[in-house]
């Protein structure tokens, strides 16, 4: 299926893009891949080196910035710098950095500074489209560009999940198109927005699908105890291993292993796990001998993976090698579409189960599901109403029903009502409590702004741009005064 990008809603003119190439040659190839890539033929300029680049970044805006790391050595000597200030000048464009395969240092120094994604040369027309979609998806773009698939939508169900939204049909497109590759998947997202299921459906609709499904969770093993878990153990490597043991991706051999919560494996394991990814070869717990063993690798975490290897947590190499296709779960906050599509989906199975018979939700209670945060994500829905089911008989889920079953809010309440009352605080505009928390942010870190936008899980072309705001802001009442 060919997947072209469009102009999102809302917008008329073609998308404009800035590509910052060098070389001639390799910048009207990755200029035609663009052309075929869109619907609406984007205007592109090219700009030879950074400096060139960044003269028409003051004089014009664009909605995405191609930019060759190789590049930029004349706008600054180290790479990080020298993204950081094109990213200072793009106004919130998608900025994404081109290199070759084995600069992987120059990648992670640009993601330090402000790019969004890195996608290593040569490109692929449809997997380049899908990455820029993707992104242009996350980050909400006022001119977002959104892939063209020509395919209907699947409806509210697919593959183990449960939505109609715009996002969820975007993640269903996401999967149909990754699971036939064999490469590494790197799955985000927030705890209880469905990591495991995507990881399932990637096997499942796959070639690998006949073959075993194996996940081991690195967060939930003790450190001394994930390599055998991992790699499997020898008979006597340990006292009481009486005999040979399998690892998980030993047992995965032929199909899929799924390694949840990547973000907590210990530091010296993830140099075994890289080398094993490079290799293909095991060596079991107290044994010399190898096996060679094949498996595609599906990871998930919901930690940001920029602010592990900024905080020296997770290798930056291991981090590229598994970070070949992405896929971002929206948490369920940003698809309030799909909250009555998943309430009404659990309320029919758990009433199924325990032989009960409701008619739904009233309107009022509808209103307030939609209105929630929901932190827990699905699983925190799914919780409710299970919880819903078991407590009352049937009928119409009313809003007193939902405050009797919803624990996580009763016990708010309680921690508040048992706490002294809190001194009155003056309520400061919206603007001035970004500012404090931003400011506080970069405090704490030491005036490095990078790492700041990594904890705050923002862009630092975002920091970057309200600052600026906010000392233009402060100039002009100045000079008020």
């Known amino acids: 299926m060919t997947m072209l990008l469009r102009s999102g809603p809302g917008s008329d003119a073609a998308a404009r893009l800035l590509l910052i190439e060098r070389d001639p040659a390799s910048g009207r190839v990755t200029a035609e891949h663009l052309r075929n890539c869109f619907l609406a033929e984007p205007a592109i300029v090219a700009a030879r080196d950074g400096k060139q680049a960044a003269e028409m970044l003051r004089n014009q805006n664009y909605d995405i910035v191609l930019v060759d790391l190789s590049s930029l050595g004349d706008l600054a000597a180290q790479t990080e710098d020298a993204v950081a200030r094109l990213v200072k000048l793009a106004a919130g464009a998608l900025m994404i950095a081109l290199s070759d395969g084995a600069s992987v240092s120059a990648a992670v120094e640009a993601m330090r500074a402000g790019a969004h994604d890195y996608i290593a040369k040569p490109i692929s027309g449809p997997a380049f489209a899908a990455r820029i979609g993707e992104l242009a998806h996350r980050h909400g773009k006022a001119r977002a560009l959104t892939i063209e698939t020509g395919a209907p939508e699947r409806g509210e169900r697919f593959a183990g999940f449960v939505g109609a939204s715009t996002q969820m049909q975007f993640v269903y497109e996401q999967i149909e198109r990754i699971a036939p590759s064999s490469v590494p ?69 032929g199909g899929t292993l799924f390694l949840d919560e990547i973000g907590e494996m210990d530091l010296s394991l993830q140099s075994k796990l890289l080398r094993f990814l490079q290799t293909g070869a095991v060596s079991r717990v107290g044994e010399a001998s190898v096996r060679q063993i094949d498996v595609r690798v599906i990871c998930a975490t919901n930690r940001n993976p920029m602010q592990l290897i900024a905080e020296k947590k997770f290798r930056e190499d291991l981090f590229y090698r598994l970070h070949v296709l992405p896929i971002h779960l929206p948490p369920l906050r940003q698809r309030p579409a799909d909250v009555l599509v998943l309430a009404r989906h659990f309320l029919e199975r758990f009433a199924r189960e325990e032989h009960k018979l409701f008619s739904g939700f009233s309107p009022e209670t509808a209103n307030l599901l939609i209105a929630r945060e929901w932190p827990g994500n699905v699983r925190q829905l799914q919780n409710l109403v299970r919880r819903l089911v078991v407590m009352f008989d049937g009928g119409e889920i009313t809003a007193e029903m939902i405050a009797a079953a919803d624990i996580e809010s009763l016990g708010l309440v309680r921690e508040e009502a048992a706490a002294p009352a809190p001194k009155k605080q003056p309520v400061l505009p919206m603007w001035r409590q970004e500012q404090r928390i931003i400011e506080d942010a970069i405090q704490s870190f030491a005036g490095n702004i990078a790492l700041a936008a990594a904890a705050l899980e923002l862009s630092p072309s975002t920091i970057y741009r309200k600052r600026q705001a906010w000392a233009e802001a402060g100039a002009d009442r100045k000079g008020a005064a």
């Open 185 to 253: 998947v790197f799955i985000t997202g927030e705890s209880g927005s469905g990591k495991d299921v995507c990881a399932e459906a990637l096997h499942e609709r796959g070639p690998r699908a006949n073959k075993r499904f194996v996940a081991i969770n690195c967060a939930a093993i003790p450190r001394d105890l994930m390599e055998s878990e991992l790699f499997g153990v020898a008979r006597g490597a340990y006292t009481g291993v009486h005999e040979d043991r399998k690892g998980a991706a030993e047992l995965a051999d």
